[in-house]
């Protein structure tokens, strides 16, 4: 039997809306959506987290074509660039969400993915009738359950305007970047290079600090509050020195964003060195062992090469 | 005829304190200090700071060791390690600082020197009676000249304690690193070496971002708000996308301190992938000739290297 809403429907919902991937951020948003009172479409491959978005209230559906059929506004927040195309434009025995039925209803790509992907996607769409918003999210679960996460939005600017409502019910802070489909793509990944860059530069100069004998709270407070200060090393590196590595964002996701990253700028010949020294250190934390543990982990990669932590001989 | 005091002495000063090097930061301390009612001794080798400062009512003195048998406390705010070594030791026909009469002085490095420098120079320091203390600052010569600017303490604690209200008067912000001379300059170095690497990685991403046609303050403020958010991103992109580079921090400075900050890892075995790119930047923006601009140049070498900044063929 299912279970009832958790909470009372309090408004009458501006859009049918649908979620496809409901991984750490897409089920926060789905929650947060329909605390809101949405009437939402959901779908995810994992049965758990189906089960999950039924016992909220939401309509669960079959597919993501069912999601789509159901919803006027549809967003995907998948994993990445090739689960899209899967969800969209089908793959071997799986149904494809395009096809009859859908004309004027809108697709909202959240995932990170790289911007010619983002275009190709939305060519794609629209041959089918389909609109497309390019709008990749940041922030993490927490914020995104609690409607303030930050969304990069570019494409048609009436279309954005009709769908300012539910953005904002979605995410407190929201940049226009453009009119043009993939430059939202692009604003993401510029932040999260440089995002990337920063948290192996705090883990680079904190495992200095410990490796030169300093007590590690004391150099975390000098940096935090002076030049060295960045948000991503006062977040991180907090949760470094309790060695806390439980993932509020895996190691996995990052070292992707730098990668889809500095892969950009090398198509238009603008250099990325400290990106790519930032995307080896994150090889090597995966090939540790810790893509799975928080981003954070960057510290332990640095203390596990540093000579004095290295056992005696 | 001296020019008389611009400002009338206001209190009776804690400390007799001796300033030697007037660059923009201990000019700026100097002005501070003089301001809340110090009785300053102050030597700087060029004619035009030694007038700025007798014109301020601070008694002027033909050398460092003139200063040193003036006053109890001598902040040395000098440039490098080089040049402390001939202020306190001599070097050709240039006198010493050190010398008879100056037992139970105490002379306060606020230079950012190689901790081993430090350490060397405490222990020769100590030969003569005369008490160090390791006391790297930071902030800018505003935050200098307002008493807000940050100091690293190392030393022994009572004769830091001893000095605190002179310390106070100097810096709002104080981080006792340790009782062990070189951990100021090690702390001072951990820091800078992450600020250079922000500062660095920063103009990367908004070079990529301008390279990629993305609207310049868009990047910015979404940079600001978001994940890549750090201090000397948002302090140093602003002045330069005003391409403002009159020097506020030469990039020289920096150059100097990543440089100090990789060494010294290197002697320990602790990996600075991250800093050595950095560094790397440094010296190419250095090569452009850009050492004397502010550091926020960092950005102009990475459009000058860009494929689309180029002249076209």
Chains 1, 2 share one sequence.
């Not at 899209?84 to 025995?93: A, P, R």
Request: charged share 15%; hydrophobic share 50%; proline share 5%.
């Amino acid at each position: 039997m299912p279970s009832t809403p958790q909470l009372p429907l309090q408004r009458v919902p501006a859009h049918k809306v649908g979620i496809i991937g409901l991984g750490a951020m897409g089920m926060a948003m789905a929650h947060n959506l329909s605390r809101q009172g949405y009437v939402l479409a959901v779908n995810d491959i994992r049965p758990e987290a189906q089960d999950e978005a039924q016992a909220a209230g939401m309509v669960v559906c079959e597919s993501p074509r069912a999601v789509a059929l159901l919803a006027a506004v549809i967003l995907l927040v998948v994993v990445n660039a090739s689960q899209i195309n899967e969800v969209l434009f089908g793959e071997g025995d799986k149904p494809a969400l395009v096809g009859a039925g859908l004309s004027g209803k809108t697709v909202v790509i959240c995932s990170t993915i790289a911007p010619q992907d983002t275009i190709a996607i939305a060519q794609k769409l629209a041959q089918h009738g389909v609109a497309c918003i390019d709008a990749p999210i940041s922030g993490g679960p927490a914020r995104a359950l609690a409607g303030t996460m930050s969304m990069m939005l570019a494409g048609d600017p009436s279309l954005l305007a009709s769908l300012e409502p539910l953005f904002n019910d979605l995410a407190d802070k929201r940049f226009h970047i453009s009119a043009d489909i993939g430059d939202g793509a692009k604003a993401k990944l510029v932040n999260n290079l440089l995002a990337g860059i920063n948290l192996v530069a705090g883990a680079e100069a904190l495992a200095l600090g410990l490796n030169l004998g300093l007590d590690a709270q004391k150099i975390f407070k000098l940096i935090e509050a002076s030049s060295g200060a960045s948000w991503i090393f006062q977040d991180r590196m907090a949760r470094a020195l309790k060695d806390d590595f439980a993932p509020r964002a895996a190691t996995n996701i990052l070292t992707k964003d730098v990668g889809l990253a500095t892969a950009m700028a090398a198509s238009i010949g603008s250099p990325t060195p400290l990106g790519e020294a930032a995307l080896a250190h994150f090889k090597e934390t995966l090939a540790m062992g810790w893509g799975d543990l928080d981003d954070a982990a960057v510290l332990k990669t640095y203390l596990a090469q540093s000579k004095r932590h290295k056992p005696a001989p």
